[in-house]
């Protein structure tokens, strides 16, 4: 039987999360090592059946919950394609991206799913970047409430973005990269619910607005400024730039003693760099190393406690 397979990146951001939901400036990167994939078979039995071997789950779209992340994806897909119902099908998703862990799971995961079905069902408007992107945004706000839009636009383009959340569309810029920039991603092991933390912060700007304002400029500004230092190819400003955007996400209260430490044991092996990256108290920490840095820091991280360590290299090739 005919099978379609796609797949999404998983993803960092290397400036500006949070601030990014109050519209100002960040930036995102596609981490390739790690990936979602989808497979769209057809099938012999009616109906459509949905299957996350990672997770040990097999189940009937019909009888998923309302809030199913995976049966949302498929129904987000269903309403879109104006299908009232869907072929009979099997849906499969693996991924090798940490859940929970700030590096994009439910958004590669979600767009993975939207291609491979718009692929299997040979509806090409739908396999579109954009659409890809857009219908990836509807399943985000179920799993995060008031996502900003970076995640969906970085693993569906899998292309480095300077994104702002504005109306009636957000700026979605690439920009040139004339270093390659050597990250390692540190995972701290606890989970964290971007939704949860994401409420949070907005709880506390709410309370607090003259403050958080405050922040979120400063963050904005650093995101400004390591733009031009990325296309200049200034490394070692680009690590400042990370250590200070650290300082304003502790001052936001999303970071926590795990992240702390990895980040200053980042910082002791020498890295340039080093900050959380995606919604913080848990999840991963980057860190900006030269070529010569990266395996002291790599030891370095774990030997700290991170549970794993990824290396991602980003160059022009990707944009
Ligand atoms: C999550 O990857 C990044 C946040 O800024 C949330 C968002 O932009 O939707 C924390």
Redesign the pocket.
């Known amino acids: 039987m005919a099978k379609t397979e796609a797949t999404a990146p998983g993803k960092i ?1 290397l400036f500006g ?2 601030a ?2 109050y519209g100002r400036p ?1 930036i995102a990167v596609p981490v390739t090592q790690v990936r979602a994939t989808a497979e769209v078979e057809d099938s012999a039995i009616k109906g459509v059946r949905l299957h996350a071997p990672d997770l040990g789950r097999e189940y009937w779209l019909s009888e998923a919950e309302e809030n199913d992340p995976f049966a949302y994806v498929v129904r987000v897909f269903s309403v879109a394609a104006s299908l009232g119902t869907l072929p009979d099908l099997k849906v499969t998703v693996r991924s090798t991206i940490p859940i929970a862990g ?1 590096l ?1 799971s439910g958004a590669a995961m979600a767009a993975a799913v939207i291609r491979a079905l718009a692929k299997h069902l040979d509806i090409t408007e739908l396999g579109a970047n954009q659409r890809v992107s857009e219908l990836t945004y509807q399943v ?1 706000t179920l799993l ?1 409430g008031t ?5 969906n636009t970085v693993v569906a383009y899998e292309k480095p973005v300077f994104f702002i959340r504005q109306r009636p569309h957000n700026r979605i810029e690439t920009f040139s990269i004339s270093q390659p920039l050597r990250f390692l991603i540190a995972d701290t092991g606890v989970e964290s619910e ?1 939704k949860l ?2 409420g949070d912060v907005r709880r506390r700007w709410q309370k607090d607005p003259g403050k958080y304002e405050k922040i979120f400029d400063n963050c904005g500004r650093i995101v400004n400024a390591a733009k031009v230092e990325i296309e200049g190819g200034r490394i070692k400003e680009i690590g400042h730039l990370m250590i200070e955007n650290q300082a304003y996400l502790k001052e936001m209260t999303v970071s926590s003693p795990e992240l702390e430490r990895l980040i200053s044991t980042a910082l002791g092996a020498g890295a340039l760099g080093a900050k959380l990256s ?2 913080g108290r848990g999840g991963n920490m980057i860190a900006l190393v030269t070529d010569l840095q990266e395996e002291k820091v790599r030891s370095a991280l774990l030997s700290a406690g991170a549970q794993r360590v990824l290396s991602s290299v980003l160059t022009n090739v990707l944009t």
């Open positions: 951001i999360e949070h990014v939901v960040a700030g994009g985000e995060h996502p900003s839009g970076i995640d971007t933390v994401v995606g919604a």
